[in-house]
């Protein structure tokens, strides 16, 4: 089939890898415009763009998927399906309409369950055990469309965000390459999503990154993990941010003392702050202004005081 593949971070690649080594032609690639990045604020490629010029594929950079220039290159390419991962702007009707067996998302949570731009992220939060990628044609309705295909993914008690999606950016590549050769053979077919069972993930703004120490060990352990790399887990100490990297949840017999929700306790291998329940240890800690550290080089610096507290 003729493709058109809209992507734009570096999750999105694995996908167009795939495709490109398909028997499928991907003759165009959709991607957000080039955007500032680094000390000097040059504008850079997005990783799909750049995975694209590579290859010598056209690359199509509307600021708005509604672009009337956009719409008319896109119908003259008559591509056959337009596979999506992570494209990051709304496609409405006129585009949804173009290519003769639609847009085909790939989204990284078992639908309907997480529905949204943070899947990874609330799957991992919530406690779940497994989540997975679904293949779905898109609607107008957030990720509601009907489904060709999932793989599953079994959750891991240290998996962040950023490995569970790596993870699931590989399998997920395999998986529309699959879902495009049934699209074409025939021998997929797309089936509606149930109605119970439906949930929503929201971005994770820095704000929801902040970890409450107020909440059971195995919840802030989750939590951490959450949104580990991106936005990245943070508290206050001292009046000053405080980057935070994996914990490890104690068990209530560890022998590490009772201690307030937040509370430091600096022994000589390891730092330990307290919750709800267990306290957790810390992993990795980035003071405001400092590079990433060890708990323990952290605390050797800063001097912790009896008392003091993560908030």
Request: aromatic fraction near 4%; charge should be negative.
């Amino acid at each position: 089939m003729r493709l058109v593949f809209a992507g734009t971070p570096e999750p999105a690649v694995p996908t167009l890898r795939a495709l490109l080594a398909s028997r499928h032609d991907v003759v165009a690639v959709v991607t957000r415009p080039d955007a500032p990045a680094g000390r000097g604020r040059k504008l850079v490629r997005s990783p799909v763009g750049a995975l694209a010029d590579e290859h010598g594929i056209e690359v199509l950079t509307p600021t708005r998927a509604d672009d009337p220039d956009f719409l008319s290159r896109l119908g003259a390419l008559a591509p056959d399906a337009c596979p999506v991962v992570a494209y990051g702007a709304l496609l409405k009707q006129d585009a949804l309409d173009i290519p003769a067996h639609g847009w085909v998302n790939l989204h990284f949570s078992l639908l309907p369950a997480w529905r949204g731009a943070a899947p990874v992220q609330a799957a991992i939060g919530a406690g779940d055990d497994y989540t997975g990628a679904s293949t779905f044609r898109i609607v107008p309705e957030l990720d509601a469309g009907p489904v060709f295909g999932v793989v599953t993914e079994r959750i891991g008690a240290t998996d962040t965000a950023g490995a569970l999606l790596g993870k699931l950016a590989e399998s997920g590549a395999d998986l529309m390459v699959s879902t495009m050769d049934g699209i074409e053979d025939g021998t997929v077919t797309a089936v509606e999503q149930p109605a119970d069972g439906v949930s929503y993930a929201p971005k994770v703004t820095v704000d929801d990154a902040r970890v409450q120490f107020d909440r059971p060990a195995l919840a802030v352990d989750r939590h951490i993990r959450a949104v580990t790399p991106d936005p990245g887990a943070w508290a206050q100490f001292r009046d000053a941010r405080c980057k935070l990297g994996p914990v490890r949840p104690l068990e209530a017999d560890s022998g590490a003392p009772e201690l307030a929700p937040g509370q430091l306790l600096v022994e000589r291998k390891r730092v330990i702050a307290g919750t709800a329940t267990a306290p957790v240890e810390l992993g990795e800690v980035q003071a405001q202004g400092k590079k990433r550290m060890a708990a323990t080089d952290w605390a050797r610096g800063t001097r912790i005081e009896h008392g003091e507290r993560l908030t």
